[in-house]
């Protein structure tokens, strides 16, 4: 059923002529589409189905979190990007907390995207011993 509530929401926005942009939290690849299943990654026996979908549906901009790091995974056709956009990434990267905000000028994945980083003042770590999870940014004290 989530098979096919997908691809009817691909296609959807393709017919449209949609510059369509797929986020999700587990990146579907981390180095080549090939490699072995891993805890950040899609299982190979989805992940093949999965690209066939972006591809088919011509998506150039899928948004990922799991890891806690910035990083752009390109296809090994260069046809679509993956941006991993872990909220908590830049304090684990010790750059602090902040925003990434995309412009999508055009749907060339390697030349038509644009990030910038805004780093988020005076945003600290929870604590911890306070209860709460590690790694979550105390953005409401501020």
Known sequence: A???????????????????????HHLP?????????SYWTFPNRVRGQYLDLIRKY?????????RH?????????KSFTIYVVAGTARFFDNNGF?????TVATDDSATGV???????????????SLGLPNGCPDIFAH
Not at 29 to 37: G, H, K, Q
Not at 58 to 66: A, E
Not at 69 to 77: G, H, Q
């Open 2 to 24: 989530e098979w096919h509530w997908f691809e009817q929401e691909l296609e959807s926005g393709y017919r449209s002529g949609e510059e369509i942009v797929v986020a999700h």
């Open 29 to 37: 690849f981390e180095f080549t589409e090939m490699e072995a299943d």
């Open 58 to 66: 011509n998506v150039h901009h899928i948004l990922v979190g799991h």
């Open 69 to 77: 790091e910035t990083k752009n995974i390109y296809a090994s056709d």
């Open 98 to 102: 902040g925003i990434n905000y995309f």
């Open 114 to 128: 644009t990030q910038e980083y805004n780093l988020l003042q005076g945003v600290t770590h929870m604590k911890r």
